[in-house]
């Protein structure tokens, strides 16, 4: 009864987890350590715009070709396979997929120890996370553009001050 009922308990596991991350926000994928696609959420696939049973086996770096704005391939420039051993992941990046739109990426990269090769690729992906990024970047610019604008208007007033004299 032992091994059945951990079988069981596994597989109930397993369906639990792949229902929770079906409904993540964000876009997951999971490549294994050949870089195929072993596991692929509903977001991911609304994202890139293909149904997740046809992402399953193939290679993300060709079937998802995140690129920098200068048209330069992500997965080149990141290479988790083959890059250095001491990563663990990718910070937070904004990318294109070409033909399609912008999205907000970051990668984990999972090893079994230090200095070992990549065992999984875990990509987030989110489309939505651009507006607010950008929305962010443009209010930080205001922000600071408010605070300094008394100094500019204190070296305005000197300066014509030192004209009207």
């Known amino acids: 009864m032992g091994q059945g009922a951990n079988d069981s308990a596994a597989e109930r596991s397993a369906g639990w987890f792949a229902e929770v991350f079906d409904h993540h926000p964000d876009g997951l994928l999971v490549a294994d350590d050949q870089g195929l696609l072993s596991y692929v959420n509903q977001r991911a696939a609304r994202i890139v715009g293909i149904a997740a049973p046809e992402l399953l086996g193939q290679d993300i770096r060709k079937a998802i070709p995140l690129q920098e704005y200068d048209g330069r391939s992500w997965w ?3 290479d988790p396979w083959t890059g250095l051993a001491i990563r663990s992941g990718h910070r937070e990046k904004l990318l294109v ?4 739109h912008e999205v907000l990426v970051t990668a984990k990269y999972v090893r079994p120890g230090r200095g070992m090769p990549v065992s999984q690729v875990i990509v987030a992906m ?6 607010t990024a950008w929305r962010a970047n443009r209010l930080k610019g205001e922000r600071r553009a408010f605070y300094g604008l008394p100094a500019t208007l204190r070296h305005l007033s000197i300066s014509s001050s030192d004209t009207d004299a």
Do not use: Q
């Not at 989110?126 to 507006?131: E, G, L, M, P, Q």
């Open 126 to 131: 989110d489309r939505h996370a651009v507006y």
């Open 97 to 100: 997929i070409p033909g399609l």
């Open 76 to 78: 080149d420039c990141t």
